[in-house]
């Protein structure tokens, strides 16, 4: 199901190298100073670490932009009020929430984040927060990895993970765990990266700069 949203094209200032969330430790973390487009990324982390508090942030940067940001909700658990009432531009999130349970042997969402990248729509970033913990098939991420290529968007998978598990395959250029210290502050490590130096960390600050007041606790 997708939420009335305006859809917005993507802005033709915009770097292609790097998506940026516009949170500037996390964005100095990345090669490109953001997330690449065009490819898969990862951000994992255990639950309650702020990893969705992460993602969302790139989406209201996104939006910000004037960009198309969309996020599929396979878990059904994706609440962005507080961001919303923070000032986040929310309003124009497109949110898919696909069917749990599915004829074929794949992850809820991924047939979504088929349609979407195929869709013609110029998508910035697409974050996919889906359940893997029976773990995702190579032929499925290598059909989203060319999506993404096809489309030009940034994908994100969303993940639950303890620290130090892989990424989800070969096929993702780029992983960030994610572990929550105190309060608002997060930090990140880069632990992988097909696209420049790995094992740098960041400690992010979820209020700075621009007073999201997201829910450090997702």
């Not at 200032?13 to 790097?18: N, Y």
């Not at 349609?115 to 729509?121: I, Q, R």
């Given at each position: 199901m997708f939420s009335h949203a305006r859809v917005r094209r993507a802005s033709q200032?915009?770097?292609?190298?790097?998506?940026k969330s516009e949170l500037e430790a996390l964005d100095r973390l990345l090669p490109g100073q953001g997330l690449p487009r065009g490819r898969l990324s990862e951000l994992s982390g255990p639950w309650s670490s702020g990893k969705r508090s992460l993602a969302a942030a790139?989406?209201?940067?996104?939006?910000?932009?004037?960009?198309?940001?969309?996020?599929?909700?396979?878990?059904?658990?994706f609440y962005p009020l507080p961001a919303l009432e923070g000032g986040a531009p929310f309003e124009a999130l497109?949110?898919?929430?696909?069917?749990?349970?599915?004829?074929?042997?794949?992850?809820?969402?991924?047939?979504?984040a088929d349609?979407?990248?195929?869709?013609?729509?110029s998508i910035a970033l697409l974050v996919l927060d889906v359940p893997v913990s029976r773990g995702v098939q190579p032929r499925q991420l290598s059909r989203l990895q060319h999506g993404a290529e096809r489309s030009g968007a940034a994908v994100l998978f969303v993940t639950e993970k303890a620290a130090g598990a892989a990424s989800l395959g070969t096929q993702v250029s780029l992983h960030?765990?994610?572990e929550r210290r105190e309060g608002w502050r997060l930090?990140?490590?880069?632990?992988?990266?097909?696209l420049g130096p790995t094992e740098r960390t960041a400690r992010v600050e979820l209020h700075d700069p621009h007073g999201l007041h997201l829910d450090p606790t997702l």
């Open positions: 200032e915009e770097s292609p190298s790097g998506l790139w989406c209201g940067a996104a939006l910000g932009r004037g960009e198309l940001a969309i996020w599929v909700d396979a878990l059904g658990g497109v949110v898919v929430r696909p069917p749990r349970v599915t004829r074929q042997r794949e992850l809820p969402g991924l047939r979504a349609l979407l990248l195929g869709g013609g729509c960030l765990a994610v930090q990140v490590a880069l632990c992988k990266s097909k």
